[in-house]
């Protein structure tokens, strides 16, 4: 399947598995292949549409943070430290493998033969709740029409 | 605490809320276990100590934690 993503995109896979692990997870979700396309220097100007990485992240958090409070748990002031890499396979969830498929499909229909940054992040904004990276679009309050606009150059 | 929406929610049984709750518990417990190593070497645990008080073999911490 990844014979056909161009080195930016990779990276952007590669970034989602670190992400991933950093925060502890032992799955790639369509949130981590979220953040790991924001790595992507070319998706940079979609800050002025309030999608970057910085908030992206912490919008995961504030989704963690008020989950472990409906459970009665507050972390306020507990000391969390990111974990570290390991050599342990981290495999994808069924909806990021079905993500990076229609990343291969949106690449298809705009005549690119290389998936790019953005064809991945159209094909991650098609994700519906309860999808994890639809509830970070629903958090951060992003108007996913704009975005898709904002990526057509870039998806070319 | 005061009353969120996601408090309502769970206590409404959107399974969603819960389930993100389990996540997000283990990704907690991965934090607070990296931020918990580091202070414990800082403080001259040995990886045999830690291991012990996680309850996992020295091997294993230390493959995890150690740099």
Known sequence: MFEHVAADARMAVTAALEEARHRGDRRIGTEHLLLGVLHARELDP?????????????????LDLAALAAVGIDV??????????????????????TTL???????????????????????????????????????????????????????? | MEETELGVRLRSHDPAVGLRAVGALHRLAEQVEAAAVARARQDGWSWEQIGDALGVSRQSVHSKHGK
Do not use: M, N, W, Y
């Not at chain 1, 050599?87 to 994808?92: A, Q």
């Not at chain 1, 033969?113 to 970070?136: F, G, N, T």
């Open chain 1, 101 to 156: 498929r229609r990343a291969v499909g949106v690449a298809r229909q705009q005549g690119g033969r290389r998936i790019r940054p953005a064809h991945l992040l159209l094909a991650i904004l098609e994700c519906a709740p309860p999808d994890p990276a639809a509830e970070v679009f629903r958090e951060l309050a992003v108007d996913r029409a704009a975005v898709r606009t904002r990526l057509r150059p870039h998806a070319a």
């Open chain 1, 76 to 97: 306020r002031g507990v000391e969390r430290a990111p974990v570290p890499l390991s050599p342990k396979r981290t495999p994808f969830t069924s909806a990021a493998r």
């Open chain 1, 46 to 62: 979609l800050g002025t549409l309030g999608l970057d990485l910085t908030r992206a992240r912490a919008a995961l958090d504030a």
